[in-house]
């Protein structure tokens, strides 16, 4: 049998707001006067990418290999825990091939920041630009998101094979 080199992978994350600023989201400092609680600096969509590619390779989550209890991760760059499980599961022969990024946020605005965010997602899954999406809306004041009490974030990434990979060249 054969082996499918596709593999997808669903993460999600939230944070209540908290924090001190700034809020990041992407590895983007998002104007909002407020940050997001977190061991970490809190960065949910990064968080949410990284579970998303943990879930495709099978490897776990982002507490098994980022431990919160761990002070190494005591204000950690959310970007570059990315980068290195991007880099961890390439060692393993697959790589990001998409990003589908959605942020749920009552107040939070990302369109003024959306072009960045992708640019920021991109470089560090080492894909174009046009391979991913970031997305966002609000839940209508229904929920903690509603509430204007926190934020949440949902990633789907296809891994692919390192030979089939369609990212930058």
């Given at each position: 049998?054969?082996?499918?080199?596709?593999?997808?992978?669903?993460?999600?994350?939230?944070?209540?707001?908290?924090?001190?600023?700034?809020?990041?989201?992407?590895g983007?400092?998002?104007?909002?006067?407020?940050?997001?609680?977190?061991?970490?600096?809190?960065?949910?969509?990064?968080?949410?990418?990284?579970?998303?590619i943990?879930?495709?390779?099978?490897?776990?989550?982002?507490?098994?290999?980022?431990?919160?209890?761990?002070?190494?991760?005591?204000?950690?760059?959310?970007?570059?825990?990315?980068?290195?499980?991007?880099?961890?599961?390439?060692?393993?022969?697959?790589?990001?091939?998409?990003?589908?990024?959605?942020?749920?946020?009552?107040?939070?605005?990302?369109?003024?920041?959306?072009?960045?965010?992708?640019?920021?997602?991109?470089?560090?899954?080492?894909?174009?630009?046009?391979?991913?999406?970031?997305?966002?809306?609000?839940?209508?004041?229904?929920?903690?998101?509603?509430?204007?009490?926190?934020?949440?974030?949902?990633?789907?990434?296809?891994?692919?094979?390192a030979?089939?990979?369609?990212?930058?060249?």
């Amino acid at each position: 049998m054969t082996a499918n080199p596709f593999r997808t992978g669903h993460g999600f994350d939230a944070h209540r707001f908290g924090g001190s600023p700034p809020l990041r989201l992407a590895g983007v400092v998002v104007d909002s006067g407020r940050g997001l609680a977190a061991t970490s600096d809190g960065d949910a969509a990064a968080h949410a990418v990284i579970d998303a590619i943990l879930g495709a390779a099978g490897k776990g989550d982002i507490g098994s290999h980022f431990p919160s209890s761990d002070p190494r991760w005591q204000d950690a760059d959310s970007m570059e825990m990315l980068r290195s499980v991007v880099w961890s599961v390439a060692s393993g022969g697959l790589v990001p091939s998409n990003l589908d990024l959605t942020i749920v946020a009552e107040t939070v605005r990302v369109s003024p920041h959306r072009e960045e965010m992708r640019d920021r997602l991109a470089a560090a899954l080492q894909l174009d630009r046009e391979r991913v999406s970031v997305k966002a809306t609000t839940t209508d004041g229904m929920g903690f998101t509603g509430r204007d009490e926190g934020v949440a974030v949902w990633a789907s990434v296809l891994l692919v094979e390192a030979a089939s990979s369609g990212g930058s060249a």
